[in-house]
């Protein structure tokens, strides 16, 4: 069958996103009797209507710059053999000016690692030579509309979070709109950056060695402070009855780790007593982020012991436990000598008989 014709409405060299066009496709006088027509585009896009009019207008609203290009339509009859399409008609080429170029997305801190609590910042960036536009944070291809405050200078938005939660957690991109002949023109949107919102960090530990926390004056202490994670790069701080501790100030020296920190004192004094504690700060891109102090722990600096009274007074003990043994000796003994004439008594003084007698056994 021969082309129908085509025509669109309105007319225009270039047409903008959000413009409404209408094509009417329209099937010549013959015989054969129309059963619907088909609308396709060169950019591989096809519809296809069922209707019995020789005429049929196809109105759309244009949402993308792909509908664009050029488009043909043609009518279908029925024959014998099944539904024949006509001829294509002339085709008309739809001009869709393509979306603004898409901004730029950056954040502080760079990284998209944070703390909650603390702020992020999003700035949104178009490119040079857009007149009039308005910016839009968006998370998860949403439009971000409450718990942000907007900045806008030339060409370029921030989006402030003052306080960031777990719920701003995410993939972010941002995009603009520009005013062109009256109608606001979405731009595409940035590349999507994922932002991270950590927990505060939980106190450090600290542990002292002696464990008792009993020291000898004269003698070292260590303090050793260990962060709980290692998330960020950490700095710590000792504290003594709530006031920090300076390196250098009673001999004190403080030594780094890779995720603490040590207090060394190598000769204790009397004075140092008291109850320690440490802090730690974690560096979130310049921003120091304090967490809580560790749990406090006592020190208690004894003097040492007297050594000579201790000698002296064993010595002195000695002698008396020596002599006293001694003396319980002696009369031990005189006991034993008592019992051994009082088997003589009421006897005859054997001293008084002649000693061969006594040997011989004579009465």
Known sequence: PPPPTMTVTPLKTQYLLGDTISIQCSAPWTTERVQGFQFSGRRGWAMEVRTSKRSYIHIYNITDPKEGGAQTCCY?????????CSQESKAIVINIKDRPPQPTLTLKPSSGLTIEGQPLVFSCTAPEGIVESRFYLYREKLKVLEGI????EATTAQFLVLETKQSHAGNFSCGYEELTEGRWIPSYLSQ??????????????LDMDPATGVVDEDHPLQLT?????????????????????????????IQKLRNGSHMLVSRTSRSFSGN???????DVEGTWVVAPRSRAVGVTIRAPLQLLPLVVGGLSGGIVLLLSFLLAVCLWRRQRGEVHWK?????????S???????????
């Open 76 to 84: 279908i009859i029925k024959k014998a053999e099944g539904p024949l």
């Open 149 to 152: 405050s907007i900045t806008t």
């Open 192 to 205: 999507v950056r994922e932002v991270l919102i950590k927990e505060p960090a939980p106190p450090p530990h």
């Open 225 to 253: 402070c260990k962060a709980s994670r290692d998330v960020f790069r950490p700095q710590f701080h000792f504290y003594r009855n709530g006031l920090e501790v300076s390196p250098g100030q009673g001999g004190i020296r």
């Open 276 to 282: 320690f504690s440490c802090g730690m700060e974690e």
């Open 343 to 351: 088997d003589f008594q009421n006897k005859e003084d054997p001293s």
């Open 353 to 363: 008989y002649p000693m061969v007698k006594v040997t011989q056994g004579e009465p």
